[in-house]
């Protein structure tokens, strides 16, 4: 992550809610609450965030650049369920994860985003794509020092059709299984790129421009990181500041009319440097987490409608 942006969000977060942020409508969500600490000392900075689709209430997250390919999973209590090294990976600069299809029916795959270019420097930039690990009483005792092996990873690579752009945001369509960027911008609009699958590997493949989104922000679009929920109808993203959401028209059929509505900002709690987000499983709460060790998660829950009881 960029320093200055980083001094910007210092400076900016108690201006930032004060200027244009229009509360969500539907759905609306409860106030932030932490409701674990990750307790993996290997975990110092964790920058992407998705829900397990093979083992419910388990997250995967990674470290930003520095780390090595390495994920980890947890669950809603912070305790550790297994630490993995993607096989065949290389982690330049990786800052977001997401789950979808792939290449097997009915399996389900992470996705993990190489796509952090502080300096624009990126050619081309990266996904993973591996198999997700399967889980055992085992796997939560490995550590980093003796990490499992995934199955091997998929090296989609991908390039910008007009230039190079820095991004830390990762969201894969969970039915179509196509890539989104969203590029990470100070004081300006992010633009979101489309990768559509399925993908060759060893090609690269050139992403569509869909356009830009107006982030609601004094300073813009400095996304950190993003998620679609399970049933593709809401995307999920965030900033240092707040979580953003946006709801796919209910009759559209066409996922890419979600980028032309307006979003609604939501209080995420307190992060230290929030770069992650993502969907429950059941797409009921939004969990986020924060860079440095034993980062806070934290959820938000949508509040029940007028006339119906919160599930305790």
């Not at 959401?245 to 307006?262: Q, Y």
């Amino acid at each position: 992550m960029c320093l200055s942006l980083r001094l910007c969000a210092v400076v900016g977060v108690s201006f930032c809610l004060s200027f244009g942020v229009q509360r969500p409508s539907q759905p609306a969500y409860g106030p932030p609450t932490t409701i674990a600490t990750i307790k993996e000392k290997s975990i110092n900075e964790s920058s992407g965030l998705v829900a397990s689709r093979t083992s419910p209430g388990v997250y995967w997250t990674h470290n930003d650049s520095g780390d090595g390919p390495f994920i980890y999973a947890f669950d809603t209590r912070g305790n550790s369920r297994g630490i993995f090294r993607v096989t065949g990976a290389q982690a330049r600069d990786w800052e977001d994860i997401a789950a979808g299809p792939g290449p097997q029916a009915n399996k389900s795959y992470l996705y993990i985003g190489d796509i952090g270019d502080n300096n624009s420097a990126r050619d081309e930039v990266a996904v993973y794509r591996v198999a997700e690990p399967r889980l055992t009483v085992a796997t939560g005792k490995l550590t980093k020092a003796n990490a499992a092996a995934t199955e091997p990873a998929d090296a989609i690579r991908l390039k910008y059709p007009d230039g190079k752009h820095d991004a830390e945001a990762l969201l894969v369509h969970p039915t179509s299984g196509n890539i989104y960027i969203v590029s990470k911008v100070l004081i300006a609009n992010p633009v979101v790129y489309e990768a559509a699958a399925p993908f060759t590997t060893g090609k690269v493949v050139t992403m569509r421009r869909i356009g830009e989104i107006r982030v609601p922000s004094l300073f813009g679009g400095v996304v950190t990181g993003g998620s679609v929920s399970r049933d593709g109808r809401r995307v999920a993203l965030c900033d240092y500041f707040q979580g953003y959401e946006l709801v796919l028209p209910a009759n559209s059929r066409d996922f890419n009319d979600i980028w032309k509505v307006k979003m609604t900002g939501f209080d995420l709690g307190k992060r230290k440097q929030g770069e992650s987000i993502a969907y429950r499983l059941d797409g009921k709460a939004l969990l986020a987490t924060s860079e440095g060790k034993k980062a806070p998660l934290i959820q938000v829950e949508i509040e029940p409608q007028k006339g119906t009881k919160k599930k305790i």
